[in-house]
């Protein structure tokens, strides 16, 4: 029997241990890779790792405190009595019924926390309402579907955030992956009202929700409290958000997906997506955006679409005065209604030095129209009319604008003027650089009616 060389044993043991580790080693590894996965997986959608302002709250999970998410029972009260300060509270997917309103008064870093498949279902107008001084309130990841069938006019809404307290402050609301529908009941998604003499609310965040068929409005901020003309709530941000079908049911005032009302100072209404609001409902008009008061807001990115009742886009509305508006880079694509004259894509009123820069704009009505507005700048905007009304309408006032750089097209609607300059007061405003379209792809006109005196190039 011949000796084996010790390279060729080397050899034999090599293809040994690979076997070996083919056999167990290499299983092994996937099945500790695989359980590493799941755990990071796992890791990304738990509580915890939602962004809050406080990361070391105590986490409790409702459902072993007793309460149920099959949807059958009531857990108002359950759900009640967890309410608390410095709280993590966590929903597990399910269905949680909830008959009566949940109050969150006077609290201080609470967290309301679901995932994907918690719901929140009611037959009532509202679920939560929010009340007295609050420091830190976080809800997140929670769909708030309501049945409520009603033609009761109710400007509340399922988050009701009540601020009447003569000194009451909010500080940091923070509404974000939520999702709201309430389709046969006139009440709003969100509403949050702050008239106290001194009540303030700031630091309000609506971030990334969706609102689907909503019968009144998506989110609505007021303030109707003018005396004393104090700016009641203030550095809100309401942003990322998708709103479809908003005032299913309205007959009343016009609703609106997103409007903010009274006096107020520094918002943020930036890249929320707007479809088909329902126009047909009231004769009166609807708004993707209304600003009825802020101070200071920025109105950048956001998208409005429409093929089938039609909405103003954005409104500045003319009951409170305004300065230091911003309204840019959105777009705002508007046709569909019988009415030409309900579809507007700007309707500003009563501002002081607004900024109108880089919006694209196509609606039936009219383009862009302006009344009591001073001081401002219209730049870079491409307005396309496609049936009737004026591309560019100033009126009552509005002066000292400056109007360039902006193409206004109104090649496939009628010949009423491409750019009307409206009365003796709208006068001093200068245009120039802009490209101007009429029937027939003509050179467009402007036009000064009624003794309007402006510079045009």
Known sequence: MKRLSRSLILKSISKILLVIMKAFIFPLLVVTSFLVCCKAEETEIVPEEITSVEQNLTLTD????????NGLSDESQKIQSLIASNKKLFFPKGTYRISKPITLSKVNNLQILGEEGTVFTTDQNKMF?????IKTLDIQRISFISTKNSTAEDAEGLIFIANYGASDVMDGININQCTFSIPNSKV??????SEGANSLVKNVNITYNKFLSIGRMGVEFQNHNSSPKIARFRDYTINN????DIGTVQTGSAPSCISVSGYSLNGKINYNKIYDMRMNTTSSVYY?????????LETVGNEMYSTTYGFTGILGSSTYAKAKWIIK???????????????????LNNIEGVVVANNKIQVDGYGMKLDNCKKGKITGNNVVVTKAGNVLYLQSGSATNEISSNT??????????VVIFNGSATSGNNAFQNTLIKPGNKKGDYVNLNGAVNSVK
Do not use: P
């Open 288 to 296: 993707g955006i209304e600003n009825a008061g802020t101070d200071g």
């Open 241 to 244: 958000n998708y709103f479809n």
């Open 329 to 347: 880079d959105n777009i705002i694509n508007l046709t569909g209604s019988s009415s030409n004259t309900k579809i507007r894509g700007l309707e």
């Open 62 to 69: 409702v459902t072993k405190s007793g309460i149920s998410s």
């Open 188 to 193: 709003n998604a969100i509403k949050m009202v």
């Open 129 to 133: 309402v929010v009340s007295g001084s």
């Open 408 to 417: 206004l097209d109104a090649s496939r609607g009628l010949d009423h003027g």
